[in-house]
């Protein structure tokens, strides 16, 4: 039979997991990032402490990238606290983890683990498996090679015969970079100090601090380096209003919902409706994808979606909420077998959907409610403020009296990290509620949100993490 404190520890846990999908470190529209690092700082702390191996587990759990850096750091720093049995799964899902999160930020968990100075056995060896794995360590040598110099010192890694094509000189690049290389990449590098031509010959990355100590204007430099950028670096441009970007239909198809919606949104208006038959068709083919097998087996779901002014996000995160709701709204389109999606502004063009006016969350819930749907979702950050506190009550009436057997499934997902409640606003104590990072994980996360609403304590929480972490040491990671 479940305790209190075994219901106390559940709602815990979901507490962290709910932040650590939410929290980015980033300024949102309410809150600033100090506030915010206080509030994950205190969470991390907590959950280490009281639940070391749910803590751990929660890496399986489709965290953010940089809260599983943090968990991979504070489980090697506190190695010596763990019983060995501990220690052998945190092993086995620290290793998993680094194989998920992209390149640049594990390198910055390496300078961090260094400048904390965690230099214990297991830390080096964890470093050294990954770097020794790595297929083209020569073309990181360039990109971050101030890291990997500082990560081969820490991890005491022997540098001769590692892959790659760079034939040996990595050693002679990170600690001789004057010599001449047979390697081209390290040679353009070094060119690239006084060769203003070599610049267009490195990657973006690297070229953008050479373009700028030989004063390249920046148009120019933008125009020439074109050829050399990623599809993910083309998007962050796009994103931070440095170019015009434009993808073909091959690329579109290429990138997972949510970076596809941000893409969409991030386009002129005008040129949205241009391209409105191009943009939806990648999109719902998008959708489709992550739907999977699950498409059209929702039955009637209605979504109301917040499309207010603070769904603009911060100067940080711009329309990072709108975003998530797009791609949602899509997402479950494929999902469901009948769909009635409600946003908040009244439109009907999800295509053309911009942040303006305020959160009125509690009539749009009613209307959902109205067509009895099987499930409603609602994506917001949480602020019912025309009238406020609307919603709370709308769903404690719906919940406690009209349907108390929960016939209708609601679930909130809210994309923003409140950091004055240590956690993701709720709309309502009978609602569960859940942070959302990325569209794509909707599913999964309406499933889990059944343990937020009370009634299920640590026992079967416990259970569907475990079988979670199961599934995921046994997958392939996506490759890179």
Same mark, same amino acid.
């Given at each position: 039979?479940?305790?209190?404190?075994?219901?106390?520890?559940?709602?815990?846990?979901?507490?962290?997991?709910?932040?650590?999908?939410?929290?980015?470190?980033?300024?949102?529209?309410?809150?600033?990032?100090?506030?915010? +690092?206080?509030?994950?700082?205190?969470?991390?702390?907590?959950?280490?402490?009281?639940?070391?191996?749910?803590?751990?587990?929660?890496?399986?759990?489709?965290?953010?990238?940089?809260?599983?850096?943090?968990?991979? $750091?504070?489980?090697?720093?506190?190695?010596?606290?763990?019983?060995?049995?501990?220690?052998?799964?945190?092993?086995?899902?620290?290793?998993?983890?680094?194989?998920?999160?992209?390149?640049?930020?594990?390198?910055?968990?390496?300078? +961090? *683990?260094?400048?904390?100075?965690?230099?214990?056995?297991?830390?080096?060896?964890?470093?050294?498996?990954?770097?020794?794995?790595?297929?083209?360590?020569?073309?990181?040598?360039?990109?971050?090679?101030?890291?990997?110099?500082?990560?081969?010192?820490?991890?005491?890694?022997?540098?001769?015969?590692?892959?790659?094509?760079?034939?040996?000189? &990595?050693?002679?690049?990170?600690?001789?970079?004057?010599?001449?290389? +047979?390697?081209?990449?390290?040679?353009?590098?070094?060119?690239?100090?006084?060769?203003?031509?070599?610049?267009?010959?490195?990657?973006? /990355?690297?070229?953008?601090?050479? !373009?700028?100590?030989?004063?390249?204007?920046?148009?120019?430099?933008?125009?020439?380096?074109?050829?050399?950028?990623?599809?993910?670096?083309?998007?962050?441009?796009?994103?931070?209003?440095?170019?015009?970007?434009?993808?073909?239909?091959?690329? $579109?198809?290429?990138?997972?919902?949510?970076?596809?919606?941000?893409?969409?949104?991030?386009?002129?208006?005008?040129?949205?409706?241009?391209?409105?038959?191009?943009?939806?068709? #990648?999109?719902?083919?998008?959708?489709?994808?992550?739907?999977?097998?699950?498409?059209?087996?929702? =039955?009637?779901?209605?979504?109301?979606?917040?499309?207010?002014? %603070?769904?603009?996000?911060?100067?940080?995160?711009?329309?990072?909420?709108?975003?998530?709701?797009? !791609?949602?709204?899509? *997402? $479950?389109?494929?999902?469901? =077998?009948?769909?009635?999606?409600?946003?908040?502004?009244?439109?009907?063009?999800?295509?053309?959907?911009?942040?303006?006016?305020?959160?009125?969350?509690?009539?749009?819930?009613?209307?959902?409610?109205? /067509?009895?749907?099987?499930?409603? &979702?609602?994506? %917001?950050?949480?602020?019912?403020?025309?009238?406020?506190?609307?919603?709370?009550?709308? *769903?404690?009436?719906?919940? /406690?009296?009209?349907?108390?057997?929960?016939?209708? +499934?609601?679930?909130?997902?809210?994309?923003?990290?409140?950091?004055?409640?240590?956690?993701?606003?709720?709309?309502?104590?009978?609602?569960? /509620?859940?942070?959302?990072?990325?569209?794509?994980?909707?599913?999964?996360?309406?499933?889990?949100?059944?343990?937020?609403?009370?009634?299920? =304590?640590?026992?079967? $929480?416990?259970?569907?993490?475990?079988?979670?972490?199961?599934?995921?040491?046994?997958?392939?990671?996506?490759? #890179?």
């Amino acid at each position: 039979m479940e305790t209190v404190a075994d219901l106390v520890a559940a709602e815990d846990v979901l507490l962290f997991v709910n932040a650590a999908v939410a929290a980015t470190g980033q300024d949102e529209f309410h809150t600033g990032r100090e506030a915010q +690092a206080w509030s994950v700082d205190f969470l991390h702390e907590y959950m280490l402490v009281n639940y070391r191996d749910l803590y751990a587990a929660v890496l399986a759990l489709g965290i953010n990238d940089r809260n599983k850096a943090r968990i991979v $750091l504070r489980l090697l720093q506190t190695g010596a606290d763990a019983t060995p049995a501990q220690r052998a799964v945190e092993g086995r899902l620290i290793r998993r983890a680094l194989r998920d999160l992209p390149v640049n930020r594990v390198y910055r968990l390496f300078t +961090a *683990l260094k400048q904390a100075k965690v230099n214990n056995r297991r830390t080096r060896a964890v470093m050294r498996e990954w770097l020794t794995a790595r297929t083209d360590l020569g073309f990181e040598a360039v990109k971050y090679r101030g890291a990997l110099k500082r990560a081969a010192l820490h991890a005491h890694l022997d540098l001769d015969g590692l892959p790659g094509d760079a034939e040996g000189e &990595v050693a002679a690049f990170l600690f001789d970079p004057k010599r001449r290389f +047979a390697t081209p990449l390290f040679e353009t590098w070094r060119r690239a100090h006084y060769e203003r031509a070599a610049v267009f010959e490195l990657p973006y /990355t690297v070229a953008e601090g050479f !373009a700028a100590r030989h004063r390249i204007p920046r148009a120019v430099f933008l125009e020439q380096i074109a050829p050399k950028l990623t599809r993910n670096e083309r998007l962050r441009l796009q994103r931070s209003g440095g170019a015009a970007v434009a993808l073909d239909a091959a690329a $579109l198809g290429r990138m997972p919902l949510t970076r596809l919606a941000a893409y969409v949104l991030a386009i002129p208006e005008r040129e949205r409706e241009e391209r409105r038959e191009e943009l939806l068709g #990648a999109l719902r083919a998008s959708a489709r994808k992550a739907a999977g097998d699950r498409a059209g087996t929702w =039955g009637r779901v209605a979504a109301v979606l917040d499309d207010s002014y %603070s769904a603009s996000g911060s100067t940080e995160k711009r329309r990072r909420p709108l975003v998530v709701a797009l !791609a949602a709204h899509v *997402l $479950l389109d494929a999902l469901a =077998g009948e769909y009635r999606p409600l946003w908040l502004s009244g439109s009907e063009d999800p295509l053309l959907v911009r942040a303006r006016g305020v959160t009125a969350l509690g009539e749009r819930i009613v209307d959902a409610l109205e /067509t009895a749907p099987q499930t409603l &979702v609602v994506v %917001s950050d949480g602020w019912d403020n025309a009238p406020a506190s609307l919603a709370a009550e709308v *769903l404690r009436v719906w919940t /406690t009296r009209l349907d108390p057997e929960r016939r209708t +499934a609601i679930v909130h997902l809210n994309p923003v990290f409140d950091a004055d409640g240590i956690g993701v606003r709720r709309l309502a104590p009978s609602v569960p /509620t859940a942070g959302v990072r990325d569209a794509e994980d909707l599913p999964e996360l309406v499933a889990f949100a059944r343990f937020d609403d009370g009634r299920v =304590g640590l026992a079967e $929480l416990r259970a569907a993490v475990d079988a979670r972490v199961t599934r995921w040491l046994e997958e392939e990671p996506w490759a #890179a």
